[in-house]
């Protein structure tokens, strides 16, 4: 009966272990609360079934500065798409940056 459980646990901590070795995100957004395109992509991802990461760059100045170091622009939404930046709303782009 221990041994079940001992089983047991070391299977769940390899699975977790697992979870978070995993790559970085596929899919980063940056954005703000009060842009527009940037509620219109969260909106188009989410029916594409994309999944994404969002960051706020205006309440994170970190990520605000990584978006810049990244690309040079200020300007919302910023996506990556494994490594590949895309500014401004841009499905085609995005799909073509996954077929890619």
């Given at each position: 009966m221990d041994d079940d459980i001992d089983e047991i646990k070391e299977q769940k901590m390899e699975e977790i272990q697992e979870q978070d070795s995993g790559?970085?995100?596929?899919?980063?957004?940056?954005?703000?609360?009060?842009?527009?395109?940037?509620?219109?992509?969260?909106?188009?991802?989410?029916q594409e079934g994309i999944d994404y990461v969002e960051h706020d760059v205006?309440?994170?100045r970190e990520q605000a500065m990584r978006m810049i170091q990244k690309t040079g622009q200020q300007g919302v939404p910023q996506t990556f798409?494994?490594?590949?930046?895309?500014?401004g709303f841009q499905p085609k782009k995005i799909e073509a940056a996954f077929e890619g």
């Amino acid at each position: 009966m221990d041994d079940d459980i001992d089983e047991i646990k070391e299977q769940k901590m390899e699975e977790i272990q697992e979870q978070d070795s995993g790559p970085e995100p596929e899919v980063e957004i940056f954005t703000t609360p009060t842009c527009p395109y940037c509620d219109k992509l969260k909106n188009w991802m989410d029916q594409e079934g994309i999944d994404y990461v969002e960051h706020d760059v205006a309440s994170d100045r970190e990520q605000a500065m990584r978006m810049i170091q990244k690309t040079g622009q200020q300007g919302v939404p910023q996506t990556f798409v494994g490594g590949e930046a895309i500014i401004g709303f841009q499905p085609k782009k995005i799909e073509a940056a996954f077929e890619g």
